[in-house]
């Protein structure tokens, strides 16, 4: 299965970002993974939290434009060429990556690279069939 | 030098019998020849007979842009399709534009218009002008271009933009006479000043700058750098484009060809007509145009008339510089725009609310600068960048192609544009002009 992630989308003026991630704390919600993709005028803040539903409603009450993808979450072993390999595998199958970022699984310490394609299903299914582990959820 | 003294210098009140003999000819043409005119008299029960007085325009009903808009391609059309010899339109930038259709006889009045507006400017047939107004349906090239042949003067036609190839002509061919817009002008001073050009040192001694709104202070700025006279010409497409009137060397208000164009000045809110020196709405009624005349034409631009002993000589009535408009549109680079053209834009976009707001700005290189901030649907929000780009990248096609300018696109998150019922704080006109 898909790993959930939230985006939201955040105008480039300063406070911002401490006003997401404010709302995401009063209301109890941990961040377990994050990055921002920046534009000029424009970041799109991705993160991957405790509780999904949770989450998009307090930011959709707070205005902020949320939305919900599917990405995958791959544990990458946290040695020379870790990602090299992971990468490989992609390219032999002909996926394509739109972006990716990293975290940790908090439970067993392992490092994980979290990736969105096109297609996470068929992503997936070649996961599996090339022996890496991909998990569903980061609880 | 005057280019028509027995016109331009005629004592005001012989001048008025020449106007209402040329508006009751106007009047009956327009209601014998064109559906549109007739209608519109019939409806209020005026007859071309019912105009024994210049003051009895006022019987006439008041035409619009929509009208014109309405009337698209050639419902204003008064003589034989075959008589019409060139045509313009607007940019045309809500998609009907409106349509200029002049015959042999308009382009000889409208080049006449224009020449005595080089004159006015002390050009003369010994000048050469670089005219950097657009050529093409703009009447702005041609107009300028007409005017400059009917001088005898040299036209240099290199149109709008190039700034490398007007540097090199305005050095290379002598050029004496600069026209184009007046934000142009402190661009081309600027990149003068980068190429090491010193303008100061080059034949130029003056210019006309029109077609779009521009300022006392923009006009010591201009002379300052370029080291010439600068001069206010004014005109509209619906008319014929430049030439309706120009500063003469007094620099102190604008001629108006009175015996092509009767000027009034209304409240625009009741339509009355105020007397001269009181500040209201332009309106223009063609007294000397045949293949599509304009009755009461509201122009929108607010000004005044007046009427002083000008030393030049010219006893042409005046309009003061323009002190702004009536309606919303703005003048970016000398493109029109209203921003419901945008809303119309916007609507049509997917992912877009129509929800803006448009920041008019004129910046370091003194070039009108257009941002137009938008807010993301939600629904179209993507946790993509690419995505996000294609977005915007797609309405600055959009807006390019169908405005005709170049804006910036800000995407905003939903709701952060203040709501407001009225148009005004759509729109952000921080231009020092």
């Known amino acids: 299965m898909a790993l959930k992630q939230i985006s939201v989308f955040l105008e480039n003026k300063s406070g911002r970002l401490a006003e997401v991630t404010k709302v995401i704390g009063d209301a109890g919600i941990n961040l377990l993974g994050m990055t921002i993709a920046d534009t000029a005028d424009f970041g799109i803040l991705r993160i991957i939290v405790t509780d999904y539903e949770k989450t998009m409603k307090v930011l959709t009450e707070n205005r902020f434009t949320a939305k919900m993808t599917d990405v995958l979450a791959i544990e990458v072993s946290d040695t020379p060429g870790g990602l090299s390999h992971i990468m490989e595998v992609f390219c032999k199958n002909n996926i394509n990556i739109e972006y990716l970022y990293f975290t940790i699984d908090r439970r067993s310490g392992k490092h994980l690279v979290i990736l969105k394609t096109e297609d996470p299903n068929q992503a997936l299914a070649m996961i599996a069939s090339n022996g890496l582990t991909a998990l569903s959820s980061l609880e | ?433």
């Open chain 2, 1 to 433: 030098m005057i280019f028509n003294p027995t016109a331009e210098c005629m004592p005001v009140p012989e001048r008025k019998e020449l106007q209402l003999k040329k508006l009751r000819e106007t009047v009956s043409r327009a209601y014998k020849n064109c559906g549109f005119y007739k209608n519109k008299m019939d409806r209020v029960g005026v007859k071309p007979e019912d105009i024994q007085t210049l003051e009895d325009i006022s019987k006439l009903p008041f035409t619009t842009k929509d009208e014109l808009r309405e009337t698209y391609p050639y419902g204003l059309l008064s003589v034989p399709l075959s008589e019409i010899r060139e045509v313009h339109t607007s940019s045309g930038t809500t998609g009907i534009p409106v349509v200029g259709l002049y015959t042999e006889h308009d382009l000889r009045m409208w080049g006449e218009s224009a020449a005595r507006c080089l004159a006015m400017t002390g050009a003369t047939k010994d000048d050469i002008i670089q005219n950097g107004y657009g050529y093409g349906l703009f009447t702005g090239g041609l107009g300028i271009h007409h005017g400059g042949r009917t001088l005898g003067a040299t036209v240099i036609p290199i149109s709008a933009g190039n700034t490398p190839r007007h540097l090199q002509m305005l050095r290379d061919f002598k050029t004496t006479t600069l026209t184009c817009t007046p934000s142009y002008a402190l661009y081309l001073a600027e990149a003068a000043r980068e190429a090491g050009v010193d303008l100061s040192e080059t034949a130029l001694c003056r210019g006309l700058f029109g077609a779009e709104p521009w300022s006392e202070n923009m006009r010591i700025q201009i002379e300052k750098r370029l080291g010439i006279k600068a001069y206010d010409i004014y005109g509209l497409t619906e008319i014929i484009g430049p030439g309706v009137a120009c500063e003469c060397t007094e620099q102190h208000g604008l001629h108006i060809h009175e015996d092509f164009f009767y000027p009034e000045i209304i409240d625009p809110k009741t339509g009355k007509a105020l007397p001269e020196g009181e500040k209201g709405e332009l309106v223009l009624t063609t007294i000397d145009k045949t293949g599509a005349p304009l009755l009461r034409y509201r122009t929108k631009d607010i000004t005044y008339l007046f009427r002083d002993a000008c030393a030049c000589g010219r006893t042409t009535v005046k309009i003061h510089r323009l002190m702004g408009r009536n309606d919303d549109m703005l003048i970016i680079r000398g493109v029109n725009v209203f921003p419901s053209q945008i809303e119309e834009i916007l609507a049509a976009t997917e992912g877009l609310q129509p929800h803006y707001q448009i920041i008019v700005d004129r910046t370091g290189n003194h070039l009108d600068s257009i941002e137009l901030r938008v807010e993301v649907d939600e629904a179209s929000f993507s946790d993509e960048t690419k995505e996000m780009e294609a977005l915007r990248r797609r309405l600055q096609e959009t807006i390019k192609s169908k405005l005709g300018i170049n804006a910036k696109i800000t995407l905003m998150e939903p709701k952060s544009i203040e709501r407001s019922t009225g148009k005004s704080q759509r729109i952000i006109d921080k231009r020092k002009i």
